[in-house]
């Protein structure tokens, strides 16, 4: 089958660049900017049937009643269901590539932390009356972002989070009360919570259309916000967006709203790095995100590539934007500015840990290990007649929705219409892509198979008399 791509954008993906595609942080090659994606548009042939989503309820693990059995068989029916739990978890983690997951993590050294309740009630920067908490972990690993995202230590304000949702709900919220008449801007194909933000604080909303590659349609951008001049502008900013990895040009939407007249005191940018945020810094060509362009804040997920057993992740604002929502609680004998309260307090030591141990070095080589088996994930489909996309700054592979739904559940995968992905994570090794691409063609195969005899069911109810 031929590729959907031309033979150039296929040369480009396919073939090591001259220079390297990583970088340390330091580096001064970091700061050089690519052109704009030229990735082909995906191509894949539509799904049969009219259903897309399907509704596989959750069956009940019913609590065990403890007054009708003997304590030794209560323990007994106890370790059986945990020891059948952790086989069927073992097996799901093996075929896990359609979610933005890293499922290779240890914490062995962290399990003695287990049976303390680890709160961190409030704002991080300020202790409350509880004392069983890890704000020191907390504010260690903020300070390590802020040299990430390049902001001075007294600049910033952030959180770790319990989820990439909640620091969108957070750094949307910033926004609208640094802005209170704002509009916010965000393209179709920006995960669900941002407009969930929108709806949460009634705010009004623009959803702009988006480029084949999966970025934000710029000149509609540019139309919307000449039409709303009169009103400052919220922007949500993916740094990858959640089906197909795509990046956002946020130097050219900070272009565009200069030339359309909004000066920074009218315009509020929050950046979605929710998987890729934690990868773009180490990639060479990548657009830099960094707070020394005027953006208001920046979320990433941890349990994401960073990899944990819980989620969480990492929210930073300016310092200056969150008196906005920041007020004292007598309660906690603190002060409280994030959306949630309590926050998992093993989160933070769970990222503090990671860092520690892997260092900007160690995590340089899980995206160059990442990107790597995606260019090879793109490869071997392609070379086996399956169309697929994979945007030039990105580990998710997009290609055409298997039809069988059992290999769809079997691999977790991701899908929404007629594409599915997946996403390359350091979990995922190059023996478990030649098994899962080894399934998929035996998978289309046996949907051939079924589509070919359908053909002729059909066609011997509406010719019985001939078959007679």
């Known amino acids: 089958m031929e590729s959907i791509l031309p033979l150039s954008t296929q040369a480009r993906l396919l073939i090591p660049a001259a220079k390297p595609l990583i970088a340390h942080r330091g580096d001064s090659a970091v700061d050089e900017q690519p052109s704009s994606p030229t990735t082909a548009p995906y191509q894949a042939r539509p799904v049969t049937g009219s259903t897309i989503i399907s509704h596989n309820y959750t069956p009940a693990l019913a609590v065990l009643n403890p007054d009708e059995m003997e304590k030794e068989e209560l323990e007994a029916r106890i370790l059986k269901v945990v020891e059948d739990y952790t086989e069927k978890l073992q097996l799901r983690t093996e075929h896990h590539m359609g979610y933005p997951y890293n499922l290779d993590f240890?914490?062995?050294?962290?399990?003695?932390?287990?049976?303390?309740?680890?709160?961190?009630?409030?704002?991080?920067?300020?202790?409350?009356?509880?004392?069983?908490?890890?704000?020191?972990?907390?504010?260690?690993?903020?300070?390590?972002?802020?040299?990430?995202?390049?902001?001075?230590?007294?600049?910033?304000?952030?959180?770790?989070?319990?989820?990439?949702?909640?620091?969108?709900?957070?750094?949307?919220?910033?926004?609208?009360?640094?802005?209170?008449?704002?509009?916010?801007?965000?393209?179709?194909?920006?995960?669900?919570?941002?407009?969930?933000?929108?709806?949460?604080?009634?705010?009004?909303?623009?959803?702009?259309?988006?480029?084949?590659?999966?970025?934000?349609?710029?000149?509609?951008?540019?139309?919307?916000?000449?039409?709303?001049?009169?009103?400052?502008?919220?922007?949500?900013?993916?740094?990858?967006?959640?089906?197909?990895?795509?990046?956002?040009?946020?130097?050219?939407?900070?272009?565009?709203?200069?030339?359309?007249?909004?000066?920074?005191?009218?315009?509020?940018?929050?950046?979605?790095?929710?998987?890729?945020?934690?990868?773009?810094?180490?990639?060479?060509?990548?657009?830099?995100?960094?707070?020394?362009?005027?953006?208001?804040?920046?979320?990433?997920s941890g349990h994401k590539f960073v990899g944990s057993p819980v989620p969480c992740g990492v929210v930073m604002t300016r310092l200056k934007h969150i008196k906005g929502v920041s007020s004292d609680v007598e309660y906690l004998n603190s002060r409280d500015a994030t959306i949630m309260g309590s926050r998992n307090g093993h989160a933070p030591i769970y990222m503090w840990y990671t860092f520690t141990r892997k260092g900007y070095e160690g995590l340089r080589k899980d995206v160059e290990k990442c990107l790597r088996n995606a260019h090879l994930l793109k490869a071997m489909l392609e070379s086996a007649g399956v169309k697929t996309m994979l945007n030039e700054l990105s580990s998710t592979v997009v290609f055409e929705r298997p039809k069988e739904e059992a290999f769809v559940r079997k691999w977790q995968l991701a899908c929404e219409g007629d594409i599915a992905h997946v996403v390359v994570m350091p979990n995922i090794t190059i023996r478990k892509l030649e098994t899962f691409v080894q399934e998929l063609l035996e998978s289309r195969a046996r949907m051939s198979v079924v589509d070919v005899l359908k053909l002729g069911e059909t066609a011997r109810a509406a010719n019985a008399s001939d078959d007679e």
């Not at 709160?119 to 972990?137: A, Q």
């Not at 040299?147 to 609208?176: A, K, M, P, Q």
């Not at 959803?207 to 590659?213: A, F, G, I, S």
């Not at 009103?231 to 939407?253: E, H, S």
Request: proline content about 4%; glycine content about 10%; some cysteine.
């Open 106 to 300: 240890d914490y062995g050294p962290l399990e003695g932390l287990q049976k303390y309740c680890i709160n961190n009630l409030g704002d991080p920067f300020i202790e409350s009356n509880y004392g069983v908490h890890s704000r020191e972990f907390e504010i260690g690993v903020l300070q390590w972002f802020a040299r990430l995202w390049e902001i001075e230590v007294d600049d910033f304000w952030g959180y770790i989070t319990n989820c990439g949702t909640e620091g969108n709900l957070h750094g949307i919220l910033v926004g609208r009360e640094v802005l209170p008449d704002g509009i916010l801007y965000a393209s179709r194909e920006t995960h669900y919570s941002v407009f969930k933000a929108g709806r949460m604080y009634r705010m009004d909303a623009e959803k702009v259309d988006t480029l084949e590659t999966g970025e934000i349609d710029y000149e509609q951008l540019r139309q919307r916000l000449i039409a709303n001049a009169a009103r400052p502008a919220i922007i949500n900013v993916n740094i990858g967006t959640t089906v197909k990895g795509a990046v956002d040009d946020l130097d050219k939407i900070l272009d565009i709203l200069r030339e359309t007249g909004y000066t920074e005191d009218r315009f509020y940018i929050h950046c979605d790095g929710a998987l890729f945020g934690m990868m773009i810094p180490f990639v060479k060509r990548a657009p830099m995100v960094t707070f020394k362009k005027p953006i208001g804040s920046i979320s990433v």
